[in-house]
């Protein structure tokens, strides 16, 4: 697997050859793969006084240091994903198929435009997902404008709507033109059996704590359900291995 190196390259200044250079070492240290330097470096068709050199303006003591500290930071991350069942505790159930349908429209939408919507609250949600689409290099705009719905001028074929109630006027006419026009459409509402869920294919439905408070006036935990559930989709997209071939556990929801 390739690892994103980026962070990293720009902290370090490091040169295109040197980031080519430590993402062979990071892939070396995730196999757990047992190289001297002088092995190492015939493999990779560089010299060891390279790698050497590499491993010093990292920080690291040699080429040793360096596939050590490495190998302790990707078992971190390994572990880390054995927490996957503490998130979806807190996001609840959520049927295997949907995850499947929504990893499918992503990558049959991978050069299309993607539109998002969500207004009020859910506004600053539109706003991660479009930034978090956009890093991974997808075409996601945010936008709530009767005008790009209404006659699909940016030829987008997927839209992505958030809205807690899944009744929001401003929210419903966009999902309503966009399958008037034969866009897919994905929704994360709290509303099951709302004209917004029923536009959408998946409709992921997240608890909704506070179904009557429409001012948000108390806590409400659906906004970091959608986060939750939002980055643990994106990670399935980079790693699809992880892919449940079974719904998640019910789940005693706060």
Known sequence: MKHDLYKLAEQYHLSNSEQALLQAVVEAADQNAQYSVREFAARNYTSPAAIIRLSKKLGYTGYTDMVYRLQFLLQNEISNRT???????????????????????????????????????????????????????????????????????????????????????????????????????????????????????????????KILDDRNLTANYFYARVLILFEYLMDLSLDPRDTPGEAFPAANLP
């Open 83 to 209: 927490h996957a069942s503490h998130i979806t505790s807190f996001i609840g159930e959520i049927p295997p198929e949907q995850i499947h349908s929504f990893l499918a429209l992503l990558a049959k939408n991978r050069q299309s435009p993607i539109l998002i919507t969500g207004t009020g609250f859910c506004a600053p949600l539109r706003d991660f997902l479009v930034r978090k689409l956009l890093v991974l290099g997808y075409h996601a705009i945010g936008t709530n404008s009767y005008e790009v719905y209404e006659n699909n001028a940016l030829q987008a074929k997927l839209v992505i709507a958030i809205s807690k109630s899944g009744t929001t006027d401003t929210i419903v006419k966009p999902v309503q033109d966009a399958r008037r026009l034969g866009m897919d459409v994905v929704a994360f509402t709290g509303g099951q059996h709302s004209p917004i869920a029923q536009q959408a294919d998946p409709a992921f439905i997240l608890l909704d704590d």
